[in-house]
Nanobody, 119 residues
Framework: QVHLVESGGGVVQAGGSLRVSCAASGGTFSTWGWFRQAPGKEREFVVAINWSGTSTHYADSVKGRFTISKDNAREVVYLQMNSLKPEDTAVYYC??????????????WGQGTQVTVSS
């Protein structure tokens, strides 16, 4: 069985930083992605990374602020979030599959971790 577990969420002040992580087990995956969902809004793409960690794709809203990285030996993906804004507040979900920015391209999802940015 494939399991993904996110951790590292919390409450931070606007302009601050936070790092969330995603640990996977039970399979191998072409693409790892981060998505987020705020109350009353659709789930949106944040960033994705390929299996080897050599290729990435970022949403325009987070370019220059967020950085994804992968520890291949441990099968863990990290999302470093800097210069956080209140509009970044959401539940952040880790997912694995085969694609880039579409949620339908991902097969397995973690439980999510809450990130709240105060103004």
């Amino acid at each position: 069985q494939v399991h993904l577990v996110e951790s590292g969420g919390g409450v931070v002040q606007a302009g601050g930083s936070l790092r969330v992580s995603c640990a996977a087990s039970g399979g191998t995956f072409s693409t790892w992605g981060w998505f987020r969902q705020a109350p009353g809004k659709e789930r949106e793409f944040v960033v994705a990374i390929n299996w080897s960690g050599t290729s990435t794709h970022y949403a325009d809203s987070v370019k220059g602020r967020f950085t994804i990285s992968k520890d291949n030996a441990r099968e863990v993906v990290y999302l470093q979030m800097n210069s956080l804004k209140p509009e970044d507040t959401a539940v952040y979900y880790c997912a694995v599959g085969n694609g880039w920015s579409r949620s339908t391209q991902y097969d397995y999802w973690g439980q999510g971790t809450q990130v709240t940015v105060s103004s």
